[in-house]
Structures are given as structure tokens and as C-alpha cells.
Nanobody, 119 residues
Framework: VQLQASGGGLVQAGGSLRLSCAAS????MGWFRQAPGKEREFVAG????????HYADSVSARFTISKDNAKNTLYLRMNSLKPEDTAVYYC?????????????????WGQGTLVTVSS
């Protein structure tokens, strides 16, 4: 499974961005992020069939994860962005049905895309 994340950039606080991740296979998937000086953390996960989702508490009211299985593409819609959302965002794919929260559940990782939210 190969993953290619895109869509990051600079946005003002309160703004929105949509991240995309092209995958070479149909898998359960997730988004993680790593802020400067911090460990990588779970953001959102979605099941292989795209029906079940799970979010970190810090983003559950603002972010939406979705996937288009016909296009093998994962999305993360991010609204009401805050400076603390600034991080490198990674997409990941797991072999099981998902969704999964733990990094160890994911076998494949994309290269990351930088999201910077200015105050």
C-alpha cells in the first residue's frame, strides 16, 4: 500500500482545509499529526468500508474523516482551525477492518503534509 498525502498549507485561525491521501489499496485508514517538539498523536480513523469513524476528543467537533473507496482516497476536512492544530499530518493504512486509534495498528504511512494555523 502506498500513501500520498496532500492539501496542507498556511491558514488563519478559524479557517478550513481539506487534506487528501491517495492510497493504492482499499484499507481502513487514519490521520495522525505531530506538532513541533511533541509526539505523534491520533486524529481520526475510519473503517475499511467507510462506515465507522473515530476521533480524538480535541478535534471531534471540528474535523471530519471520510474516504472514497472508488477513488481509493482518504480525506480530512478541518474546520474552525486553531493554532494548536499546527502540525505535520500523516495518513496511515491498516490491514484490519478498523477504525484504529493506536499507531501500532497501522502498517503503512504517508510522508506527511504540513498544516500551519496562524493566530
Amino acid at each position: 500500500v502506498q500513501l500520498q498525502a496532500s492539501g496542507g498549507g498556511l491558514v488563519q485561525a478559524g479557517g478550513s482545509l481539506r487534506l487528501s491521501c491517495a492510497a493504492s489499496g482499499r484499507t481502513s485508514m487514519g490521520w495522525f499529526r505531530q506538532a513541533p517538539g511533541k509526539e505523534r498523536e491520533f486524529v481520526a480513523g475510519i473503517s475499511r468500508n467507510g462506515v465507522t469513524t473515530h476521533y480524538a476528543d480535541s478535534v471531534s467537533a471540528r474535523f471530519t474523516i471520510s474516504k472514497d473507496n472508488a477513488k481509493n482516497t482518504l480525506y480530512l476536512r478541518m474546520n474552525s482551525l486553531k493554532p494548536e492544530d499546527t502540525a505535520v499530518y500523516y495518513c496511515a493504512a491498516a490491514l484490519g477492518p478498523g477504525p484504529y486509534v493506536l499507531e501500532g495498528s497501522y502498517a503503512y504511512w504517508g510522508q506527511g503534509t504540513l498544516v500551519t494555523v496562524s493566530s
